[in-house]
């Protein structure tokens, strides 16, 4: 796996709300890899900082930044949802590019990336899901959960990851207003899905309904058939940033 070098430090950038979001950018050649971080989680993770020194080591332009509430990012992290975070990421990409864009999602970041997609797709140049868990309010939770959601506003679930998981039913109502698996997916643009098929967390299957979903014909699907949710082992890693490599090189 790659090093970061040099380190960069953080940068922030305010939003017309005021509040101080978190993010690294280098410039570079196009596309802008725009790493989207998954649920409770931040750009410290090792598959974003594999991403940014692989593009810092080839002149690559690339983006990490924490969602509003998460990470270095200012907010609290309830207030946070399906919506708030895409603008979020849509917001800081219009702070430092204006060119074609490749977003690279993991867990939720994967329904993330693909709902920055579909705001912009004249712009999207191809996107990467790692484990991307598009829907996962709708398959991610049973009727309990969900009526539990609507009687106390939240829940509290153990992780193995952490800390628990705490869902609002802000988020919540937000994901569900942003499902993308019951109909096409109007996107075109070359699609690469990466998924552990001994995920515990978003099942595989979720990204074979994913890539039939998706109206582009450009879209492969490489399955790890020991692989977890995290996909954080080095090979997991190389695996991830051949399939950058092998993108980039056609764009």
């Known amino acids: 796996m790659t090093d970061l070098l040099p380190a960069l430090p953080i940068d922030y950038r305010v939003r017309p709300d ?8 280098i410039d570079g050649a196009g596309p802008l890899l725009v790493f989207l971080p998954g649920y409770l989680s931040d750009m410290e993770g090792s598959k974003a900082q594999a991403v940014l020194a692989w593009a810092q080591e080839r002149g690559r332009a690339c983006l990490l930044l924490d969602y509003s509430g998460c990470g270095s990012s200012d907010g609290a992290f309830e207030d946070g949802s399906l919506t708030v975070w895409r603008d979020d990421a849509l917001f800081l990409i219009g702070q430092f590019w204006d ?3 490749l977003p690279i999602g993991s867990s939720m970041g994967g329904w993330l990336a693909l709902l920055v997609a579909l705001a912009m797709p004249e712009r999207i140049a191809a996107l990467i899901g790692i484990a991307a868990a598009p829907d996962f309010t709708d398959w991610g939770f049973d ?9 106390k506003g939240r829940i509290m679930e153990p992780s193995d990851y952490g800390d628990p998981y705490l869902t609002t039913l802000t988020f919540w109502a937000s994901g569900e207003a942003s499902r993308l698996l019951e109909a096409p997916i109007a996107l075109d643009c070359p699609v690469r899905l990466l998924h552990g098929q001994g995920d515990g967390v978003v099942p ?19 399955l790890v058939k020991d692989g977890d949710h995290r996909l954080s082992r080095e090979t997991d ?6 399939l950058i490599d092998g993108l980039v090189k056609t764009l």
């Open 204 to 222: 595989w299957t979720i990204a074979t309904r994913l890539a039939a979903r998706l109206r582009s014909d450009d879209v492969q699907l490489l």
């Open 18 to 25: 005021g509040v101080r979001l978190a993010c690294r950018f």
């Open 143 to 151: 009727a309990e959960q969900k009526a539990e959601l609507q009687a």
């Open 237 to 242: 890693i190389s695996l991830l940033l051949n």
């Open 99 to 101: 060119g074609p864009i």
